[in-house]
């Protein structure tokens, strides 16, 4: 049985991630109670409908008072409005962290209003569904996932392995990395393949030549996982582009000149580059089966279409 980490734990924005965290933490009895707050009353009256945190708060600075650990779940360019409606509620000794998918950006908006005696530790579970909103959370999301934490120059060690020890507690893997090399690896894994699916999406529909119903009729070849990235959180999405600018266009002006590579290796024929190219890539999804983030299962390990 995991031992209970926190006292009281405030979550800031109740979306897919907070909601799972939630759930995690009930399952594993990581904190004694658990406060949340959203923006719309809309969302704060579902949260209550479905049991989601222990007290829903009608404002943000409610919500974290007499917390220990305060984690901020709304889009990355929201995280800095909402740490001047908390910064002079927060408790002596507190920890506040985040799950933002872009960390130097939060870094520079957050750290500046932490006051005095409160910890920040920024952190980013690698784990997510096409999903939002408070109904999509569930306990297992976290299970053999990664989360990074971020810790900025005088994070007290202590806070880190605390927050460590919760998302531990929450079935996660935990490394440390800094800020921009953290904002880099996502650009990879995360950030471009993102706006590559938008893209695709994108030139299906303006692909007239080949109507809607054979788009969605002939999906699973390949189109329909493009889709499931796609239709990720706009909001989200468009804050962490323009949050992560430098490594998101490092990164596809990268993509451009490979994917140039395979133009001309296709317009001239060369059949050797294509066949190498592949294979290369096909050792990279092996791997990523190998290191356990993702099943060799027919259909991706889906149950049901």
């Known amino acids: 049985m995991s031992q209970q980490v926190y006292q009281r734990v405030a979550l800031i924005g109740l979306g897919l991630i907070a909601s799972s965290m939630f759930w995690a933490i009930k399952r594993g009895g990581l904190v004694g109670e ?5 923006r719309s009353a809309e969302t704060r009256d579902t949260a209550r409908r479905i049991g989601l945190c222990d007290r829903v708060c009608d404002s943000a600075a409610e919500a974290v008072e007499g ?31 985040d799950v933002g998918s872009v960390k130097g950006h939060v870094i520079d908006v957050v750290a500046p209003l932490i006051p005095e005696g409160v910890h920040f530790v920024p952190a980013h579970p690698l784990a997510g569904t096409e999903h939002s909103g408070p109904e999509s959370g569930f306990a297992e999301l976290f299970d053999n996932r990664w989360s990074l934490l971020v810790p900025v120059e005088g994070s007290d060690p202590q806070a880190v392995a605390r927050l460590r020890a919760l998302w531990e507690g929450m079935g ?4 440390e990395m800094d800020a ?13 393949p993102h706006l590559i699916a938008y893209t695709m999406v994108g030139v299906a529909d303006d ?18 996982d493009f889709t499931r990235i796609a239709a990720s959180d706009p909001t989200m999405w468009r804050d962490v ?27 001239t024929g060369d059949g050797d580059h294509l066949h190498d190219y592949f294979t290369r890539t096909r050792a990279i999804r092996r791997g990523i089966i190998e290191a356990g983030q993702d099943t060799a299962a027919p259909n991706f390990g889906r149950t049901s279409e």
């Open 34 to 38: 658990v406060t949340g707050y959203a």
């Open 207 to 224: 692909l007239r030549r080949v109507t809607d119903s054979e788009v969605i009729k002939y999906s699973a070849a390949g189109f329909r």
């Open 67 to 97: 917390a220990d650990l305060v984690v901020l779940c709304v889009p990355v360019g929201a995280m800095g409005p909402v740490m001047e409606q908390i910064r002079d509620a927060l408790k002596p000794g507190a920890t506040v962290s």
């Open 180 to 192: 921009d090399h953290h904002d880099l690896v996502l650009a990879v894994t995360s950030h471009a």
């Open 241 to 267: 582009f323009l949050t992560n600018k430098e490594a998101t266009l490092e990164i596809l002006g990268r993509f451009t000149e490979e994917l140039f590579a395979l133009q001309r290796a296709i317009r």
């Open 172 to 175: 996660a893997h935990v490394d």
